[in-house]
């Protein structure tokens, strides 16, 4: 396919893996996107998920940069309310010096957790609320002329690492247009207002500095195998874990069996969650290909980043090798 694809890589930590392990397997996996010609390789920001490594964001793209040589790498995204602009532009600053004209920064505004994650972080909920004026105080700082008197980042100043407004709705793109930034909807886990906000996002859009056309990038998730069945039961066994391990966030954790899973997603409450991973390709590479394809075109995307779902690290690495770009 003639659009770029990139890859969202989510460090899994599978049952019985350490984070180190997930960590050998985000290398190889990088190393097969840049071998295979993806455009991209992004991580993105969670907080006290066991199953999820990719916390610190910024040391994970640091250990990936070194391991690569060519392949872009990101955040994708970094929950800014979490954080100091100033500490973020210092850390992706020398990212950039480190590894010039390899790195992107997408910024979202999510917490990465609960109420409880912003307490141990020493945040505040309301700092959702200064995201916009956060955006632009970091690129800033990103910049030639920072906002805040005599404050400078240092490594970060006129590196102009480019930035990504990430969202799952309206407001994220509202902002991205505003800003003259690019954005990148989270169809591959909220697809619901994915083609309203697209739509907003390219009607309002402003250009800037760093962008002189809107450029959307669309999630989705893929499962890419040699033979359709094969891709099928890798979709199915990873819905279940995805499935299972939200169930498990609850105050009683049950341990549920496959049958248990499947009737849950036969429930309205099962069905929602399903739904979640709406926007996934599954199949043969030409399979995967044409969905992908249809996918851009009926979102309109100048880009797509695809999350390789498969629980076997080898089935996930064959997965980014079959549905690499085409010429």
Wanted: with cysteine.
């Amino acid at each position: 396919m003639s659009i770029a694809l990139s890859i969202l890589d989510l460090a899994p930590v599978a049952p019985g893996e350490t984070a180190a392990k997930s960590f050998t397997h985000s290398v190889a996996l990088a190393q097969t996107a840049e071998r295979y010609g993806y455009t991209r390789v992004w991580y993105a920001e969670h907080h006290n998920m066991p199953t999820i490594a990719s916390s610190a964001t910024s040391v994970l793209i640091a250990h990936i940069a070194a391991h690569t040589s060519t392949i872009r790498l990101g955040a994708g995204g970094v929950m800014l309310p979490n954080h100091s602009p100033l500490t973020i532009a210092e850390q992706f600053g020398m990212l950039e010096t480190l590894h010039p004209g390899r790195i992107d920064l997408g910024l979202g505004r999510a917490p990465g957790g609960d109420r409880a994650i912003f307490n141990a972080l020493r945040r505040d909920p309301g700092a959702s609320e200064q995201f916009p004026q956060d955006v632009l105080e970091l690129q800033a700082y990103l910049g030639d002329q920072s906002r805040v008197p005599t404050v400078n980042a240092y490594p970060g100043k006129d590196t102009n690492v480019p930035l990504y407004i990430l969202g799952s709705s309206l407001f994220g793109a509202q902002l991205a247009a505003a800003l003259g930034l690019p954005y990148a909807f989270a169809s591959h886990f909220a697809p619901d207002a994915l083609n309203d906000a697209v739509a907003l996002y390219r009607r309002d859009f402003k250009p800037s500095a760093q962008l002189e056309e809107p450029y959307v990038i669309a999630g989705a998730n893929v499962f890419a195998s040699d033979t359709s069945a094969d891709a099928d039961s890798q979709f199915v066994a990873a819905r279940r874990q995805r499935v299972r391990s939200m169930l498990k966030r609850s105050p009683s954790p049950v341990q549920y069996s496959d049958d248990q899973i499947d009737m849950f997603l036969t429930t309205p409450e099962g069905a929602n969650l399903a739904n979640m991973m709406r926007c996934t390709a599954v199949g043969t590479p030409d399979e995967v290909h044409l969905w992908l394809e249809q996918f851009a075109k009926e979102a309109t995307a100048d880009e797509l980043i695809v999350a390789h779902g498969a629980l076997d690290v080898d089935k996930r690495l064959r997965s980014v090798a079959l549905a690499a770009p085409r010429p």
